[in-house]
C-alpha cells in the first residue's frame, strides 16, 4: 500500500475518534456549562437579596437608633412609668402623662417612617402606645394587651439588642389586620417599654423577586425552628418543609434537595449583619431544558469536523507529504556551524521547492551576514582603541631632549640631565602604540616620573603619598590613567592659590573590587564642571555601547570624561568611576567591581 493512501487510512481513523471524543467532550462541556452558570446565578441571587434585606432591616434598626438618639423621646419613654406609681392621676399630672405621650407620637409623625414601614410602635407594660400611623386603615388599637405579645420574654433577654420577630399578624390595628414581620427592641434602664418596628409582608416580594423567573427564593430567621421570612409563591409546601426538617441541606452551595415532584438545584447565602440564610433554587429541569439543542450542536460538529478534516489531509498528503518532510528534517538540523550548508529538496513543482530555496537563501545571507558583523566588531573596537590612545599619547621629539640635555652636561647641570632622562623614559611609555594598556606596577613607575618633573617645577609647594596594595599591582588598566588624574588636581584643584598642594594616591582591594583614589586638598568641582562632566561621560557610554559609533574627544577639558571612556572600553560596564567633592578638596575613584555600575558625579562626600 502507498505511503499516501496509509496516510489517508491511518489519518481517517484518527479523525474519526477525534470527531467522536470531540463531541462528547462538546456534549459535556455544555452539561457543566449550563450546570456553572446555573450554580453561579443562585449564588448571585441568594447574595444580592442577602444584602437586599440586610439593607432593609437595617432601615429598620435606624429607626429604633434614631428614637433611641432622640433626647425628648427617650426622656419621656423613661419618665412614663413614674406615673404609675401613684393609684390615680391628679389633673396636673395627667396633662403632663399626656404631654409626654404626644412627644413621642409627634417623634413618630416622620414622612419618612410612614412612607417606608407599615407601623412603628413604642408601648410600655402600663398601657402607654404611641404610634406612627394613628388616622385612616391603619388606626393603631391603644387599648390592646400587651401581656399578649410573645416576643417580649426574647427581646428583655436580649438586653436592649434587636430581634427578628417572624411573619405574623399585625396586632395593633382596629379596623384591618395585615401580615407584617417585626424588628423589636426593649429600652434597657429599667421598666421603660418597648419598640416595634413592622415590615409589611407582602413588600417582601421586592425585595426577593429576582429578574430570571425560573428562580425560587426562601429566606429562614437565624436561630432554631426553621422560621420562614418569605418563600415564593411558587414553592411547593413539601419542599419547605423538608428544607425546614434538614437544614443542613441549606448550608451547602449548589446542592440537590429530594421532593415528592423534582429535584432542585440550590445555592444559600447568610447575610452579614442579621444572619438571615437565603436559600434560591431552580428545577433540574429547567438547567437541562436546552440540552437537546446541544446535542444535536455537538453531533453537527462533529461529522463536519470529520468532513473538513479528512478533505484537507487528502489535499495535504497528496501535495506536501514526501518535500515537507524532506524540508522540515533539514531545517531542524540546521545550526550555526552548517548555515552554509547545501538544502536537498526532492524536485517537485509545488511551493514547497520555493520555500526550500527561499530558505536556502535566507541561510546563506544570515551566515554572511554574521561574518562581516564579526569583522566590523573586531574593527570598530579596535578603532575606538586606537582612537582613544592616540588622544593621549604627546608627541615629542626626542632629539630635543637629546640636545636640551647635552647642553645641561656642557653647564654642569645634573638636574637638567635627570629631568629629560624622566621625561624621555615617559615619551617612550605613552608613545608605544603595541600595547594599549599596561599593569598597576607600570602605571606607578610612569606616575613617580611624572611627579619627579613636577616637582622640579613646584618644589616644596607639591607633597605627594602613594600608598598600594601589592595584590592590585598586576591588573590591568590603559595606560596614562593614574598620570591624568594626577595632572587633574593639579590643574584645575588650586587655580589662584598659594597653599601647599598635597595630593594622596592610594590603591587596594576588598570584597567588591580592586580600586584606585587620587584625592587632593584643592577647591573642587563646582555644580556646573560637575554637571557638565556627567552629561560627558552618559554621552561617551551611549555612543561605545551603540554599534557603529566612533568617539571623538579631545585632552583639554575632558581628561576625566577620556579616562571614563577608556575605563569602559577595557571592561564594560564592571568600570568604576566615582568623583565626590570632600570638605577639603576632590576625590576621584577608579576602579573594577564584581558588578556593573554606572559612573557617578556627586557633590557631597558621602
Not at 117 to 134: C, L, Q
Not at 172 to 195: M, N, P, T
Not at 286 to 292: F, L, Q, R, S, T
Not at 548 to 559: D, K, L, P, T
Amino acid at each position: 500500500m502507498k505511503f499516501r493512501t496509509k496516510l489517508i487510512l491511518g489519518f481517517s481513523v484518527v479523525i474519526f475518534f477525534i470527531s467522536t471524543i470531540l463531541g462528547i467532550v462538546c456534549y459535556d462541556y455544555n452539561f457543566r456549562r449550563l450546570s456553572e452558570k446555573a450554580a453561579q446565578s443562585l449564588k448571585f441571587y441568594s447574595r444580592q437579596t442577602a444584602s437586599n434585606v440586610d439593607f432593609t432591616i437595617d432601615s429598620m434598626k435606624h429607626v429604633t437608633d434614631y428614637i433611641l438618639s432622640d433626647q425628648d423621646m427617650l426622656n419621656a419613654m423613661k419618665t412614663l412609668p413614674k406615673y404609675y406609681q401613684k393609684s390615680s392621676f391628679s389633673v396636673g399630672r395627667t396633662i403632663v402623662h399626656n404631654d409626654l405621650l404626644d412627644t413621642l407620637n409627634s417623634g413618630l409623625a416622620m414622612y419618612y417612617i410612614n412612607r417606608n414601614f407599615y407601623r412603628v410602635i413604642i408601648f410600655n407594660e402600663f398601657g402607654d402606645v404611641a404610634s406612627s400611623t394613628n388616622t385612616g386603615s391603619k388606626i393603631t388599637n391603644k387599648t390592646r394587651n400587651t401581656t399578649s405579645i410573645d416576643w417580649l420574654d426574647s427581646a428583655a433577654r436580649r438586653h436592649g439588642k434587636p430581634i427578628l420577630v417572624a411573619p405574623h399578624m399585625d396586632g395593633w390595628g382596629i379596623r384591618e389586620s395585615k401580615e407584617v414581620f417585626s424588628l423589636a427592641r426593649k429600652v434597657q434602664g429599667g421598666d421603660f417599654g418597648y419598640i416595634e418596628v413592622q415590615y409589611a409582608t407582602d413588600k417582601l416580594k421586592d425585595i426577593f423577586e429576582v429578574p430570571d423567573s425560573d428562580i425560587k427564593v426562601v429566606a429562614f430567621l437565624p436561630g432554631g425552628g426553621g422560621k420562614v421570612l418569605y418563600q415564593s409563591e411558587e414553592l411547593t409546601s413539601d419542599l419547605v418543609s423538608y428544607m425546614k426538617k434538614y437544614p443542613e441541606v441549606t448550608k451547602m452551595d449548589s446542592i440537590t434537595v429530594s421532593s415528592d415532584t423534582s429535584m432542585w438545584a440550590s445555592a444559600s447565602e447568610v447575610s452579614d449583619n442579621y444572619g438571615i440564610r437565603v436559600v434560591a433554587l431552580e428545577k433540574k429541569t429547567e438547567i437541562v431544558a436546552g440540552m437537546k439543542e446541544a446535542v444535536m450542536i455537538a453531533l453537527g460538529m462533529a461529522v463536519g469536523c470529520f468532513v473538513i478534516s479528512m478533505g484537507v489531509v487528502i489535499f495535504i498528503a497528496s501535495r506536501l507529504s514526501k518535500p515537507l518532510t524532506a524540508l522540515k528534517d533539514q531545517m531542524e538540523n540546521t545550526g550555526l556551524e552548517n548555515l552554509d550548508a547545501e538544502l536537498a529538496v526532492p524536485d517537485t513543482d509545488d511551493e514547497v521547492q520555493a520555500v526550500g530555496i527561499a530558505y536556502q537563501n535566507l541561510m546563506r545571507r544570515l551566515n554572511e551576514s554574521i561574518v562581516k558583523e564579526k569583522r566590523m566588531s573586531l574593527l570598530q573596537l579596535q578603532a575606538q582603541f586606537d582612537t582613544l590612545q592616540a588622544q593621549v599619547n604627546p608627541h615629542f621629539l626626542y632629539n630635543v631632549l637629546n640636545v636640551i640635555s647635552s647642553r645641561g652636561i656642557m653647564d654642569g647641570d645634573e638636574e637638567i640631565c635627570e629631568i629629560c632622562g624622566c621625561l624621555a623614559a615617559m615619551l617612550r611609555y605613552s608613545t608605544n602604540t603595541k600595547e594599549r594598556y599596561a599593569t598597576v606596577k607600570k602605571e606607578l613607575e610612569y606616575l613617580e616620573r611624572y611627579i619627579f618633573l613636577l616637582k622640579s617645577r613646584y618644589e616644596h609647594r607639591l607633597e605627594v603619598e602613594i600608598n598600594c596594595e601589592e595584590s592590585v599591582k598586576q591588573e590591568q588598566l590603559p595606560k596614562i590613567v593614574l598620570q591624568q588624574l594626577v595632572e587633574n588636581s593639579i590643574q584645575h584643584g588650586y587655580n589662584n592659590s598659594k597653599n601647599i598642594m598635597k595630593i594622596y594616591v592610594r590603591g587596594w582591594r576588598d570584597e567588591t573590587g580592586w580600586y584606585f583614589e587620587v584625592r587632593d586638598n584643592g577647591q573642587g568641582a563646582t555644580d556646573e564642571v560637575r554637571e557638565k562632566l556627567n552629561q560627558k561621560m552618559k554621552k561617551i557610554r551611549k555612543k561605545i555601547m551603540s554599534r557603529g559609533s566612533s568617539i571623538e574627544m579631545e585632552i583639554g577639558g575632558m581628561g576625566l570624561a577620556n579616562t571614563y571612556a577608556r575605563m569602559f572600553l577595557l571592561y564594560n560596564g564592571r568600570a568604576v568611576f566615582r568623583i565626590r567633592n570632600l570638605e577639603e578638596g576632590l576625590s576621584v575613584i577608579i576602579g573594577v567591581s564584581e558588578k556593573e555600575v554606572e559612573a557617578d558625579v556627586s557633590g557631597d562626600g558621602r
